[in-house]
């Protein structure tokens, strides 16, 4: 019978010694704490959606006021269309977020909701302003 390594083919040698090893590897990995396992602290990558986040949902609710506020284009029009009733409700709905929540923020994350109310009421009194004034002919 010929040699396989005379015949040009490579020859795998699996020994004992290998085979613990990647048992013991496997064992290590199984102790580690899972951080990955939590999609709030790693979103899943195949989504590519990023992790929840107080932070992140104040600013889904302001970009939906600032869509009512017209400053947005509207991604069926593609162009701003202003909706106060909208835009109110969704600055309401962040004010009910900080008020339910006064004492629990961190500091970051009460001074972006009390800035992010601050220029949303202040655009919102803007545009109501253009939208009630007087057309000049």
Request: charged residues 30%.
């Amino acid at each position: 019978m010929n040699d396989p390594s005379q015949d040009g083919e490579k020859k795998i040698i699996i020994d004992e010694d290998w085979k613990s090893q990647v048992e013991r590897e496997r064992e290590e990995l199984k102790a580690e704490p899972e951080a990955d396992a939590d999609p709030a602290v790693n979103p899943d990558e195949a989504t590519g959606l990023p992790p929840a986040s107080f932070l992140l949902l104040a600013t889904t609710l302001a970009t939906q006021a600032m869509a009512g506020l017209g400053q947005l284009p509207d991604p069926i029009e593609n162009k701003p269309i202003v909706n106060l009733q909208l835009a109110q409700h969704y600055i309401d709905m962040l004010s009910v977020l900080e008020e339910k929540t006064k004492g629990n923020l961190t500091d970051e994350e009460q001074e972006m909701l009390g800035s992010v109310l601050y220029q949303l009421r202040s655009v919102y009194i803007a545009v109501d302003r253009d939208a009630n004034k007087p057309d000049e002919a």
